[in-house]
């Protein structure tokens, strides 16, 4: 029997990495507080009134993509108007085909989740059941294969994706601590070893602050411990973060842990409150140079000469739009069933404005 060295299977696995790397046409890589696409900053000499937008990265809360809804009393609620039925591998393909006209607009990232997001929006109780981690940590292979559709494209068009991993209305699906690190460790390896993306930053869970999350190496205190974990077992081949709820600023022992801070702008109606948050966050303890994004805020106005979004890039944060749609939900990007489309006002007032802003 052939016996490896600790030393040797490392180097094995890193040499497996590289040969998976080596298929991708899109590498996403951080220097300093800049964000580069294979090798060269983003919006490359752009400035937009005055201000830097030169290695940012301009993203959309698009975290449904992937989704559907194992639960038989709730799945029916999705159903698409034409048909009178869901169809989850309708989602991502519509997904798929709406995903051009994003990065012909200056769009080069979008966070997609494998715990979804409310699909009403904003829930009280959430009984669906949306997750693409099983109880005990294993990944449903079916959302890996429509999540592969969408990254695949994405590294075709020269775009990046936030991946998220977990949700607070569905990570109590997951059955203990050990299936938390344990789906932690096989979206790493599913994202770096078996795919070889490198299009890709992974966010641990969303909002890890928001008091309905079950697990406690979820919340704040220890979710570090996870983003770690995660930074190992890609043996640093995958930058890793997580976000915090709307108005928030980052712990100390996440900055330390982390490549890149996510921020929320939900809630936060002041676009003076924006600059002060990202001021705020560089100054935490560990704090060094390094990439702030916002990658959900659900306020626009771009209209207007203050706005959110002008705010952050007056801070040189980057900027994420979060549409949850109006009083009719589906119109947005968060409530199937989705029309991934530019087909409201609203959506139309954003993608033009990043137009003018990234200079598409």
Not at 30 to 36: A, Y
Not at 74 to 95: C, H, I, L, Q, V
Not at 207 to 233: F, M, N, S, W
Not at 298 to 310: C, T
């Amino acid at each position: 029997m052939l016996h490896l060295s600790r030393r040797s299977l490392l180097a094995l696995s890193a040499a497996a990495i590289c040969h998976a790397a080596s298929r991708r046409k899109t590498a996403v890589s951080i220097s300093q507080d800049q964000f580069r696409i294979n090798g060269k900053p983003t919006y490359k000499g752009r400035t937009f009134q005055g201000k830097k937008v030169e290695g940012l990265l301009f993203n959309a809360r698009m975290v449904q993509g992937i989704f559907d809804d194992q639960n038989p009393e709730t799945s029916a609620r999705w159903a698409y108007p034409d048909t009178g039925k869901w169809d989850a591998d309708r989602n991502t393909r519509e997904f798929v085909a709406a995903m051009p006209e994003w990065r012909r607009c200056g769009l080069l990232a979008f966070t997609i989740n494998l715990q979804g997001g409310s699909p009403e929006g904003y829930s009280r109780e959430q009984p669906w059941i949306t997750t693409s981690v099983q109880a005990d940590g294993s990944l449903r292979m079916e959302a890996m294969r429509r999540l592969a559709r969408i990254l695949d494209r994405a590294d075709d068009l020269g775009m990046t994706a936030i991946v998220g991993i977990f949700y607070f209305g569905q990570d109590q699906r997951v059955r203990d601590e050990e299936a938390i690190k344990r789906a932690v460790q096989k979206t790493v390896k599913w994202i770096v070893e078996e795919k070889g993306y490198t299009n890709v930053l992974l966010e641990i869970d969303n909002e890890c602050d928001v008091r309905a999350y079950d697990h406690e190496i979820l919340k704040p205190g220890r979710v570090h411990e996870l983003i770690l974990l995660a930074k190992e077992t890609s043996l640093g081949r995958l930058l890793v973060g997580t976000s915090f709820g709307g108005g928030s600023i980052p712990s100390s022992n996440v900055v330390k842990a982390s490549d890149f801070l996510l921020l929320h702008g939900n809630g936060v109606s002041d676009p003076g409150r924006i600059a002060e948050m990202v001021r705020k966050t560089r100054s935490v303890e560990g704090y060094r140079p390094m990439p702030i994004l916002f990658n959900e805020d659900d306020h626009f106005d771009f209209d207007k000469p203050a706005n959110n979004m002008l705010a952050a890039i007056g801070e040189y944060a980057s900027w994420g739009y979060f549409d949850p749609g109006s009083s009719n939900y589906r119109d947005g990007y968060q409530c199937p069933p989705v029309n991934w489309g530019i087909n409201t006002d609203r959506k139309k007032a954003f993608f033009g404005f990043l137009k003018q802003v990234a200079g598409a």
